[in-house]
């Protein structure tokens, strides 16, 4: 950030840091009208101010800080500097505006008003963000003593008060859809001191002025009234008489402020206000690639029924039952996490369902192949009723849901946190009894400890280590507490040790009271960087998924606008990450809290790891989270935002560089054919300036009349299934127009098989070339696909893949160095490259 120095140039002063006075010792800064050396040397004394007629800067303290400050009551001023901020398509960026009175400039028992206004964030070539749209104002509130909940603010009277002595702040969120043109946007926000609402009304006019002033419009309006003059000069002078009668309504003593204040009074036009507020530039660079819609990791959070029931008066399966649970689910879809309603039974059983509506139902199937949606919970009925009309409700439900293409998102979470080996039996013949209707039903199971009264293994750690043996083929997802690791980020290996990935067992991670301080987690008080390392934690672990228990789980209350309280027993703000929106005004939008917006944040945070990994691989991922100081471990991560702003800016450009030169988003086009083989050669020489080490086979079959090509596979979770590829030949059935817009040579296509993608072809069979242990030993961009004798080829090759290529490739030959063996076919490529 940079200095601020529009103020100057706008007829302000600039702003200088004072510590105000300490509070709570007699008042200490907040007796009215203190000053904190905003009005040194000023004649005004103790009059009344007026902030029409003085800069906003001399009444109040302006500064930005980053989205991970707890900006507190005490919060000190700093020096007022431009915010800029760095952003992908489909991301959210915040930061906040912190304001602090210098003065009092209100008679009533607040230091004063303040208006906020924001210009649309535009670009050069007439791109925009729109306030209001894309641009959100939200005041912080404190909850208990702590600055959490984000109220909105209404853009069309974004006008707030300040207390005197105390720091007050607006966070403002700036939405980037996925369509915005990637370039510097730029906005400026005013910030000025106003007369409050209340003062600015003004008394009524007497009985006397009302009579006198209707009695000249009247009169005006006989005059003007349409009609035959015998002669102009009468027209002139009825419209002399009508000036004459307008000139005295003016002189009137009801508008003698406007005449003072050459009739502006206390309406201030934008030029008069702008002329007096404190400026804040906003630059904004848009970079020119998407996250992708459906989040990597699924984060599935809970949102409690009951608590929607009691508070908002609501029975359950009315119209407005099914209403409020929709609008809770569309409108925590924004914060990347996969929503489930639950209702808690006996022994810590659960009945935890995505969509409220049956699956035959219309609204089933928009809620489940929503693309924000990462997963989602089937509800297993017979929990609450285990009735025959429940089963067949279940085994119908699972038959719809099998068929469609989402059920690969689907799970079932039945028990939370088992303790004996009852409730491990139970989960048992749940799942037998699920399995029955689809055999590849996925099952979630929390837990922080192995089932009591078993002998399954001598010590406490290692009986929690040992449940899926005991679990195994009853659940998929191993979900295990946080708070059992501790700081043992070594303990994390004995976990993944017991899975079967070829079984479809995946390891996901939970927080639930603890762990607690130094270690992230979301509770009230925590540092942002606290709730936000929670993400960094699960991406540097290897967590696949990620769940939460509730976000709206305070005390019981039987009234929307009720006073929040949470529950007794647990840490303060676990288990609430949204209030009513009826507790602080007449709104039903849900209010965020901070630690949900910090929540987005770690999920945008994971898909930038993801892409720089996918591009230099994991290890590079887990290297640059070091280098920069953002998370080295549980307890040790980033204090402060500067780090986060390291690591995004270095993400964000070697992404960003990715796309330029050779490696456009519109991909690369090469073409050769048999006679020329030089450029091979070149071609290869070319991949080995870019990086590329390894061998690229095939190159033999070239009189050949089959189809070589390797599969790109999965291997140690580096690749994704996303990558477009294609590869070209005369004479199949799909145009090039196809795939690039172009009316060119007939071309293969591709299709998803799996973890990765492969070429395909209707007729002929691919061959990837495997190890000893039946693996693909690498991928490959270069994809000769030779027909009889019509050797042309072309290749169309994606950023992504050349960072699959290059990982792979690095991973072969650090494999092979270890094995002592030389890579003698990449001596044969640096041969034919040296020659």
């Known amino acids: 950030m940079e200095s601020d120095d529009s103020n100057s140039a706008a007829g302000g002063k600039t702003q200088i840091s004072y510590v105000p006075p300490v509070e709570g010792v007699a008042g200490g800064g907040t007796s009215y009208g203190w000053v904190d050396g905003g009005l040194q040397g000023s004649s005004l004394g103790n009059a009344a101010i007026d902030p029409t007629k003085v800069q906003s800067a001399d009444l109040l303290h302006v500064w930005s800080m980053p989205s991970t400050a707890n900006v507190s009551q005490q919060e000190a001023p700093r020096p007022l500097e431009h915010v800029n901020l760095l952003a992908a398509r489909n991301e959210r960026e915040s930061f906040q505006i912190a304001l602090r009175p210098k003065v009092s400039w209100a008679t009533s028992g607040i230091a004063g008003s303040v208006k906020i206004q924001c210009t649309d964030l535009c670009s050069s070539s007439g791109d925009r963000l729109v306030v209001g749209q894309s641009i959100t104002l939200r005041r912080v509130v404190p909850i208990l ?6 109220v909105p603010i209404d853009p069309l009277n974004s006008q707030i008060s300040l207390l005197p002595g105390e720091t007050s702040a607006i966070w403002v969120s700036v939405n980037v859809p996925c369509g915005q043109q990637p370039g510097l946007y730029e906005s400026e926000i005013f910030i000025t001191a106003v007369i409050t609402e209340a003062e600015s009304k003004r008394e009524p006019l007497t009985k006397s002025e009302r009579y006198q002033l209707y009695r000249e419009l009247r009169s005006c309006l006989d005059i003007t009234e349409p009609r035959d003059y015998s002669s102009s000069d009468e027209m002139v002078q009825r419209l002399a008489s009508t000036s004459t009668t307008l000139r005295r ?23 008069v206000m702008n002329n007096v507020a404190v400026r804040l530039k906003l630059s904004l660079t848009v970079w020119d690639f998407t996250l992708p819609l459906t989040p990597s990791l699924p984060a599935v959070f809970g949102i409690s029924e009951t608590v929607i029931e009691d508070r908002f008066c609501l029975e359950h399966g009315t119209k407005g039952w099914y209403d409020a649970l929709d609008h809770h689910f569309r409108w925590l879809l924004q914060y990347r996490i996969s929503p489930f309603f639950c209702r808690w039974g006996d022994s810590m059983r659960i009945l935890a369902y995505t969509c409220p509506w049956p699956a035959d139902h219309p609204k089933a199937n928009e809620y489940y192949s929503d693309p924000r949606l990462a997963a989602y919970a089937v509800p297993y009925a017979p929990i609450l009723s285990c009735t025959d009309a429940a089963k067949n409700s279940l085994r119908r439900e699972v038959e719809i849901l099998k068929s469609e293409p989402h059920w690969s998102k689907s799970y079932f979470y ?10 491990y039996d139970m989960i048992c013949r749940i799942s037998n009894e699920l399995r029955s209707y689809a055999s590849d039903v996925r099952i979630l199971t929390t837990y922080y400890c192995g089932p009591s009264g078993s002998e399954l293994a001598p010590s406490t750690f290692e009986a929690f280590v040992k449940v899926p043996n005991v679990l195994r083929p009853h659940t998929q997802i191993f979900c295990t507490s946080e708070w059992v690791l501790g700081t043992r980020e070594d303990l994390v290996k004995d976990i993944v040790s017991e899975l079967r990935p070829d079984l479809g067992e995946e390891w996901w991670t939970y927080v639930c009271m603890g762990p607690s301080d130094p270690q992230p987690n979301w509770h009230l008080g925590m540092r942002g960087t606290q709730h936000r390392a929670v993400m960094w934690r699960v991406w540097k672990e290897g967590g696949t998924g990620f769940l939460y228990w509730g976000t709206n789980c305070y005390e019981k209350a039987m009234t929307p606008s009720a006073e929040i309280c949470f529950r007794r027993g647990l840490p303060p703000g676990d288990g609430v990450l949204f209030y009513p929106g009826e507790v602080f005004s007449s709104s039903h939008e849900p209010v965020a809290s901070t630690r949900l917006e910090r929540i987005l944040s770690g999920m945008q945070d994971i898909e930038y790891l993801k892409l720089y990994s996918s591009r230099y691989g994991r290890e590079e991922g887990l290297s640059l989270l070091e280098k920069t100081g953002v998370y080295l471990g549980p307890d040790r991560y980033a204090p402060d935002h500067g780090p986060i702003d390291m690591m995004r800016g270095e993400k964000k450009v070697l992404l960003t560089a990715q796309m330029d030169g050779h490696f456009h988003e519109s991909m690369i086009l090469m073409k050769w054919n048999q006679s020329c083989q030089p450029s091979q050669v070149a071609l290869l020489n070319w991949y080995k ?18 189809c070589h090509s390797f599969l790109l596979t999965e291997r140690s979770g580096l690749l994704t299934p996303i990558i477009p590829l294609a590869i070209a030949w005369h004479g199949n059935t799909r145009s090039r127009k196809d ?9 293969g296509y591709v299709r998803t098989v799996g973890g990765g993608c492969k070429a395909w072809n209707q007729e002929r069979t691919d061959h990837p070339t495997l190890d000893q242990d039946g693996r693909a030993t690498f991928c490959c961009i270069i994809h000769p696909l030779f027909i009889g004798k019509c050797p042309s080829i072309l290749v169309l090759a994606c950023p992504v893949i050349r960072g699959m290529l290059e990982i792979l490739l690095r991973e072969r030959r650090i494999g092979q160095e270890k094995k002592g063996k030389d890579d003698k076919t990449n001596a044969k490529l640096m041969n034919g490259l040296s020659s």
């Open 414 to 423: 039945l028990w939370d946190e088992p303790l004996n080996v009852e409730q």
């Open 739 to 747: 795939l690039c817009g172009e009316d060119h040579e007939q071309i």
């Open 249 to 271: 309504m003016l002189v009137l003593p009801s508008f003698q402020d406007c005449q003072e204040n050459n009739g502006l009074g206390d309406m201030m036009e934008e030029d």
């Open 145 to 150: 003593g702590v600055p959490d909940a984000l």
């Open 689 to 706: 300036s870019e990086g590329f080490w390894g061998s690229f086979m095939a190159w033999n079959d070239l009189d050949m009349c089959k």
